[in-house]
């Protein structure tokens, strides 16, 4: 096997991350032969190591025989820094949020040029809302996307704004608009959208400083900014500075 390994330049690692790796958003479940071919693998390739992974833990089989990522991963992932530390940060201020809006609550971070929601509280108001724990949205159809947009590297912007897909009649996909709002959001420190995500949906989000460092997002979705924007906005901002003096806490007390 080694031999093989090496002439054909792939290790037995990323074979098996590459069939971890096929699973996505919209593939959460995949038969042998979609797996197989999502990773580029033969399907003999595939079986052996899917049910190497399978005992693992970091896949899982359905009663229709189709793989799904094992809870095993999920649990290792719970330990990441950013994951551990800033979720558990956060939830009290999460929990506060929507109790007080009954709305649906986010908490995001930049993951490249997407948004990945580490936390969501789901709200009983009738919004359409897309986002579950562990998806990625587009940064600029989001208003924790916009916010993180904003405060992102300029790499990070001009890759963002060289593709702005319209993914509602409302999405903004003009590099030129897109720039001023991202002034915006750095002028008054909150970003907004307007059924840029989801017809029916609005969102308000604020950034998360730790020390001056914006390292995350916490934002409401609802169905109208016209009359609670302004209330949301300083709820929104009370909670973030909350989380983000919790989270430069620890650096402060060993000083």
């Not at 590297?153 to 009649?169: F, G, K, S, Y």
């Not at 999405?171 to 995500?197: F, N």
């Not at 001056?212 to 009359?227: E, F, H, M, Q, W």
Request: a positive charge; one cysteine or more; hydrophobic letters at 45%.
């Amino acid at each position: 096997m080694a031999g093989n390994s090496s002439a054909s330049g792939v290790s037995v690692t990323s074979r098996a991350l590459a069939l971890v790796g096929a699973f996505d958003e919209d593939h959460r479940r995949l038969t042998l032969t979609a797996l197989a071919g999502r990773a580029g693998l033969p399907v003999p390739t595939a079986h052996r190591l899917a049910a190497e992974l399978v005992t693992w833990g970091a896949l899982a089989r359905t009663a229709d025989g189709e793989f799904v990522i094992g809870r095993r991963l999920w649990d290792i992932g719970l330990l990441a820094p950013v994951q551990a530390g800033l979720v558990e940060r956060a939830s009290p201020y999460l929990h506060d949020l929507y109790g007080a809006t009954l709305a649906t609550v986010h908490l995001a971070v930049r993951d490249g040029t997407e948004v990945l929601y580490l936390d969501r509280l789901s709200g009983s108001v009738s919004v359409p809302v897309v986002s579950t724990v562990g998806s990625r949205l587009p940064m600029h159809a989001t208003g924790v996307g916009k916010v993180l947009l904003a405060h992102a590297p300029a790499d990070v912007q001009e890759a963002v704004l060289a593709d702005l897909p319209r993914i509602t009649p409302y999405t903004v996909t003009q590099p030129g608009r897109l720039r001023r709002q991202l002034r915006q959001v750095l002028r008054d420190d909150y970003a907004t959208t307007s059924e840029e995500m989801s017809l029916g949906a609005c969102s308000v989000a604020v950034p998360i400083r730790q020390r001056d460092v914006v390292v995350a997002a916490l934002g409401i979705v609802v169905p109208s900014l016209k009359r609670d924007k302004g209330r949301l906005v300083a709820a929104l901002q009370v909670a973030a500075r909350g989380i983000g003096r919790g989270l430069t806490l620890p650096s402060s007390e060993s000083s």
